[in-house]
């Protein structure tokens, strides 16, 4: 029942608090797994750093929460729940997920063709923005879009950063837990819509980049 959803204020504080905190994470996912993928070509950094992404999708959420509060304790003297508490606790999460998606994507490209690239290339820099950037631009839209579903349906990190801030994940596993009440089924129907455009983005860029010679 969607009046009944949009009466509710906790509700359209949850939508508003979640679309702003799944939009910056989705940027700073997008982003950091780009420059994270980068390391496919350094036989030297690669190992290092897939191990260290392994061990923070495999992280319980729980234990990723009450280690991050530590360690912003230990750098800052205090850790209180909040905004920059989520948005790391959440773009965290998804790097992993997102960086593996760029990374396997990289490594089917040719070396010779990135080796060729910088010989010519005045700097590696302009290899970065007329090679690599071109090369990743349809799958970076689509780590965005993991980066943003994984933050509005997240809710053990946020239960344990959130400050009393309300997001949409904690508002669905609160009311999931009172059954499928008549003033739920809006939220649970913008979750499933969410879900849906979401899966069907992914699919329309892969049939983009599949029909786009010019996308490799």
């Not at 191990?51 to 230990?74: E, F, K, N, T, W």
């Amino acid at each position: 029942n969607f009046p009944l959803m949009a009466s509710s204020g906790p509700l359209r504080i949850a939508i508003f608090n979640s679309a702003i905190l799944a939009d910056v994470v989705a940027l700073l996912v997008m982003l950091a797994a780009f420059i994270l993928s980068l390391v496919v070509w350094s036989d030297r950094m690669r190992n290092p750093v897939l191990i260290l992404l392994a061990v923070l999708i495999i992280m319980p959420g729980d234990a990723y929460a009450l280690s991050l509060i530590q360690v912003v304790r230990m750098i800052f003297g205090h850790a209180e729940g909040g905004w920059p508490m989520l948005v790391a606790a959440h773009t965290l999460w998804a790097l992993p997920i997102a960086t593996a998606s760029l990374v396997l994507a990289n490594r089917q490209v040719n070396p010779q063709v990135l080796e060729a690239a910088l010989e010519y290339a005045k700097s590696p820099f302009e290899v970065l923005r007329r090679v690599l950037l071109p090369m990743n631009r349809n799958r970076m839209v689509g780590v965005a879009l993991i980066g943003s579903t994984l933050s509005l349906n997240e809710s053990v990190r946020t239960a344990y950063l959130s400050g009393g801030l309300v997001t949409i994940g904690n508002e669905v596993h609160g009311r999931l837990s009172a059954g499928m009440l008549p003033e739920n089924r809006g939220l649970f129907a913008v979750e499933f819509l969410v879900f849906v455009v979401s899966i069907f983005t992914l699919v329309l860029l892969a049939r983009i980049k599949a029909l786009d010679p010019s996308s490799d």
